[in-house]
C-alpha cells in the first residue's frame, strides 16, 4: 500500500515544461530513500493551471508544488516524503495563508469551478482502465446495457438539456433521436476531437487525463443509436493524446469493454482512431466525415444531414470530446442532476481555455452562466501588470470580441450570440488595452484565409478581400467608406458560404466594428493606432528632455537609425527606424516614447 | 471482462487508491512523527505496520501518513489518531505491536488505548 501518492501532471503543457523529466527524478529519488514501497508516482492529465507548470501533487495532505524544478526534487523526497515536512517555499502562493496551507478548493482559481468534463483531468493514471474504474468508470455502460432501453437513454439525454460543446450548441438528445430513428443495416458513432480555434485545448486535455470516458460514452452512443462502430477523429498535432487513447482502446478492448458482446448482453462496438492532418475545415461535421473516408478534407451541402447520410452515406451522429466526457456522469447521476446546474437554457459546466492577458492561465470548468468578471477577475486571477481589461475573444476564428460593457452578462450560448459572439469550443483570450482590435480582427481573418479549403468562392474569395481592406486600414490607408465594404462582404459571406467556417468568419470583423469602430475610424482618420501595436501608423521618438545621451539604444539599434553623440540627446532617423522597440526596452531613463 | 460484478469488483479494488486522492473531511487521519528524532527511535517500522495494516483490512476511511518533530522528542515513536469531530488522541513511544494493537482496539474498534497515551506516560 502506498501511504502516500505523488501526482505529477502529464499533460501537454507541463510535459514541454519538463514534467517527463520531473518523473523520472522523483522515481530515482524515492528508490534512493528506500520510500519505493510506500510512495506513488502517478502520472495524471491536465491540473489545469498551466500557467506555474510543472505541477505535482502530494495526497494525502493535498499540498499542491508549482514550477518544480529538477533541483528540488531531492529537497521534496527528502523533506515531505520522508520526514512529512511540506517544503513550503514550493507550494502554489495562493495556498499559503501565514503559517496555515489552504486546501486547492480554496484558492481563487478552484473555488468557483465545478469539475465534471475533467472530474478525473488530474485526479487519475489516464494510462491505466482500473483507476478510471476505481472512480467509477464504465458504470455508466452497464446500467444503460443492462437497464435501459435505447429509447430511455435518449430521453436521459434529451432531458438533461446538454448541449453541443463543440461550438454551435446543438441539443445532444436531439442528435441522437434523429440518428436512431433513420432505420440502416450500419450506423456510425464519431468523436471530433479535431479541435482548431487558436488557444482552445480542452479537447485534448480531457483526451489526455481520461480517455476512457470518451469511449465509454461512445459506446453508450452506440447502443442509443444502434451503432456498433466508433470513429475518434483526432488531430495528429496531439501526439500524447493519441498515444493515451491507442493505450486506452487496447486496455478497452481487453477487460471486454469494447468488443464483442460487452457485459454479455449481445451488444457489440468497436472503436478505431483516425488522424486528422491539422485542417482547420476538417473540425466541421461533413469535412470530417469526407476525411475520415480518406477523401480530402472538404465540406459538402447540409441536408442531407449526418444524421440520416453521415459518414458512408449512412446515419451517423458527431459529437464534440467535452460533450461525450459529460453523458456517463448524466447517466449514473441523472438528467436533473445536471439540468440543476447552468442556466436556463444552457444546462451544466462549460470548460475554458483561459488565455491572453491574465494571470492564471490555464483550464477552467465552471457552471454555465458564471459571468466574465467572475472568470477574469477572480478564477483568471485579473490582468497583469495592473493593466484595464479592454475585451474577451470567446469562440475562436468563429466568434467575437466581448467588450467592458458586457463584463457582467452571464456566459451561456445565447447570451454569447445576443451580444455578437460565441460559445464556440471555449477559447476565451483576455485583452488588455495594449491590445489593437483592428490587428485582432486581422489575426483572426488570417487565420480563416489560410484555413479557407476553398471549395466555395465566398469563403475562398471574401475572406481575402476582407483581410485586404483590413491590411489596408492598419496600414493607414484605409477609407471610411471601407468599413461599408467591410459590413457588405461580410453579409455575403456569411449567407452564401457552403459550411461555418466561411459562414462565421466574418464575426471577428464584425463584432470588433459594432464595440470598437472608434479604433477603426482611428486609423483611417487620424492615422494613429491608439493601443500602439500597428507599426506603420507609430513612430518611435526620443524626448530631448529625458535623454541622457548614455548611447544605450544606439548601440542596440539592429538599423543603425540612432545617431547622436554621448552626453547629448540623440535622434531616431524615422526613415531607417524598423520599429522594433529595442531601444525603448533598453532606454534606463524612460526616454523613448511611440505614438 | 463479461459480467457487472467484475465491473464492481475492480471498482472495490481500486476505490481505496483512488479516493485517497481527494481532502475528504470524513476520514480519519493516523498520523506518524517522521523527523530526525521519530526515524532516528523507530518511527519507519511503526509506519509501515500500520500502512500494511490499513491496506490488508480494505480501511478506506483511514490515511496513514507521516508529519514532521512534533515536540516531544523524548517520546518518540508518536503516532496521532485523529477521527472527525472527535478530540486527537497521542499514542507515545510507540513500535511495531504496540501500533498493531492501536489498529485493532482504537481503528478497528472505536476503543482508544488509554495506556500507551501520552497522558499515561506523563503520570
Redesign the interface.
Known amino acids: 500500500m502506498y501511504r502516500s501518492h505523488v501526482l505529477v501532471c502529464g499533460g501537454t503543457g507541463c510535459t514541454s515544461s519538463g514534467s517527463h523529466r520531473i518523473i523520472e527524478k522523483l522515481e530515482k529519488e524515492i528508490k534512493k530513500q528506500g520510500l519505493e514501497d510506500e510512495v506513488g508516482v502517478v502520472k495524471t492529465g491536465c491540473f489545469g493551471l498551466c500557467a506555474l507548470g510543472p505541477i505535482m501533487i502530494v495526497y494525502p495532505e493535498g499540498s499542491f508544488y508549482s514550477m518544480v524544478k529538477e533541483d528540488d526534487i531531492e529537497e521534496i523526497v527528502s523533506e515531505h516524503l520522508l520526514k512529512g515536512r511540506v517544503v513550503t517555499r514550493l507550494l502554489y502562493d495562493e495556498t499559503v495563508k501565514g503559517a496555515e496551507v489552504l486546501p486547492l478548493q480554496e484558492t481563487e482559481f478552484y473555488k468557483k469551478q465545478k469539475r465534471v468534463a475533467l472530474r478525473n483531468c488530474g485526479v487519475i493514471n489516464p494510462e491505466n482502465i482500473e483507476e478510471y474504474i476505481g472512480t467509477g468508470g464504465y458504470e455508466a455502460l452497464g446500467k444503460v446495457l443492462t437497464e435501459m432501453t435505447p429509447e430511455q437513454v435518449i430521453q436521459v439525454m434529451l432531458d438533461s438539456g446538454l448541449r453541443g460543446r463543440g461550438g454551435a450548441g446543438f441539443p445532444t438528445g436531439l442528435k441522437w433521436k434523429f440518428a436512431a430513428g433513420n432505420p440502416s443495416d450500419q450506423k456510425y458513432v464519431c468523436c471530433n476531437a479535431d479541435e482548431g480555434d487558436p488557444g482552445a485545448f480542452m479537447d485534448r486535455s480531457v483526451l489526455e487525463g481520461d480517455p476512457h470516458v470518451v469511449l465509454e460514452a461512445m459506446a453508450i452512443a452506440g447502443y442509443a443509436i444502434g451503432a456498433s462502430q466508433g470513429y475518434i477523429y483526432v488531430r495528429a498535432e496531439y501526439p500524447i493524446a493519441v498515444q493515451r487513447l491507442n493505450i486506452a482502446i487496447g486496455q478497452a478492448r481487453e477487460y471486454g469493454l469494447l468488443g464483442k458482446d460487452i457485459f454479455g448482453t449481445g451488444f457489440d462496438f468497436d472503436i478505431e482512431l483516425r488522424l486528422g492532418a491539422g485542417a482547420f475545415v476538417c473540425g466541421e461535421e461533413t469535412a470530417l466525415m469526407t476525411s475520415i473516408e480518406g477523401n480530402r478534407g472538404e465540406p459538402r451541402p447540409r441536408p442531407p444531414f449526418p444524421a440520416l447520410k453521415g459518414l458512408y452515406q449512412k446515419p451517423t451522429i458527431l459529437n464534440n470530446v467535452e460533450t461525450y466526457a459529460n453523458v456517463p456522469q448524466i447517466i449514473l447521476k441523472g438528467p436533473e442532476w445536471f439540468a440543476s446546474m447552468g442556466t436556463e437554457k444552457s444546462k451544466g459546466t462549460k470548460v475554458f481555455a483561459l488565455g491572453g492577458k491574465v494571470n492564471n492561465t490555464g483550464l477552467v470548468e465552471i457552471p454555465m452562466g458564471t459571468t466574465l468578471r467572475e472568470i477574469v477577475e477572480e478564477i483568471g486571477g485579473g490582468i497583469p501588470n495592473g493593466k484595464k481589461f479592454k475585451a474577451a475573444q470567446t469562440g475562436g476564428p468563429s466568434g467575437g470580441c466581448i467588450p467592458a460593457e458586457h463584463f457582467d452578462v452571464p456566459i451561456d450560448y445565447d447570451n454569447l450570440i445576443a451580444i455578437g459572439s460565441m460559445m464556440g469550443s471555449g477559447g476565451l483570450i483576455v485583452m488588455d488595452e495594449d491590445t489593437c482590435m483592428v490587428d485582432i480582427a486581422k489575426f483572426f481573418l488570417e487565420f480563416t484565409v489560410d484555413e479557407s479549403c476553398g471549395k466555395c468562392t465566398p469563403c475562398r474569395v471574401g475572406t481575402r478581400r476582407m483581410l485586404e481592406i483590413l491590411e489596408k486600414i492598419t496600414k493607414g490607408q484605409g477609407t471610411m467608406e471601407d468599413l461599408d465594404r467591410l459590413e457588405e462582404l461580410a453579409a455575403h459571406l456569411s449567407s452564401n458560404s457552403l459550411c461555418a467556417l466561411g459562414q462565421t468568419a466574418p464575426n471577428p470583423v464584425l463584432s470588433t466594428l459594432k464595440y470598437f469602430k472608434d479604433e477603426y475610424i482611428a486609423h483611417i482618420v487620424d492615422k494613429k493606432c491608439p493601443a500602439g501595436v500597428c507599426k506603420d501608423l507609430l513612430q518611435y521618438k526620443i524626448d530631448p528632455d529625458k535623454c541622457k545621451g548614455c548611447t544605450l539604444c544606439a548601440r542596440n539599434c539592429p538599423n543603425n537609425a540612432i545617431t547622436g553623440k554621448v552626453k547629448e540627446a540623440h535622434v531616431i532617423d524615422q526613415e531607417k527606424c524598423v520599429k522594433c522597440g529595442a531601444c525603448m526596452e533598453k532606454c534606463r531613463f524612460g526616454a523613448i516614447y511611440k505614438e | 471482462?463479461?459480467?457487472?460484478e467484475e465491473?464492481q469488483a475492480?471498482?472495490a479494488?481500486?476505490?481505496g487508491?483512488?479516493?485517497?486522492?481527494?481532502?475528504d473531511e470524513s476520514?480519519t487521519?493516523v498520523?506518524?512523527?517522521?523527523?530526525?528524532c521519530g526515524?532516528a527511535s523507530g518511527a519507519r517500522p511503526v509506519?509501515?505496520a500500520l500502512?500494511?495494516a490499513?491496506?490488508?483490512e480494505g480501511l478506506n476511511n483511514i490515511?496513514?501518513?507521516?508529519?514532521?518533530c512534533i515536540g516531544l522528542c523524548q517520546y518518540e515513536p508518536i503516532v496521532e489518531v485523529m477521527e472527525p469531530g472527535k478530540e486527537k488522541v497521542t499514542y507515545v513511544k510507540m513500535n511495531p505491536e504496540k501500533a498493531m494493537e492501536v489498529f485493532r482496539l482504537h481503528l478497528k474498534g472505536g476503543q482508544v488505548v488509554t495506556k500507551y497515551t501520552l497522558a499515561a506516560e506523563q503520570k
Not at chain 2, 487508491?17 to 481532502?23: L, N
Not at chain 2, 498520523?31 to 530526525?36: C, I, K, L, R, Y
Not at chain 2, 490515511?63 to 514532521?68: A, H, P, R, S
Open positions: 471482462m463479461k459480467s457487472l465491473l475492480i471498482r479494488k481500486m476505490q487508491r483512488v479516493g485517497f486522492r481527494s481532502e476520514q487521519r498520523v506518524v512523527g517522521m523527523a530526525t526515524i509506519l509501515s500502512a500494511d490499513v491496506q490488508e490515511n496513514v501518513t507521516q508529519t514532521g
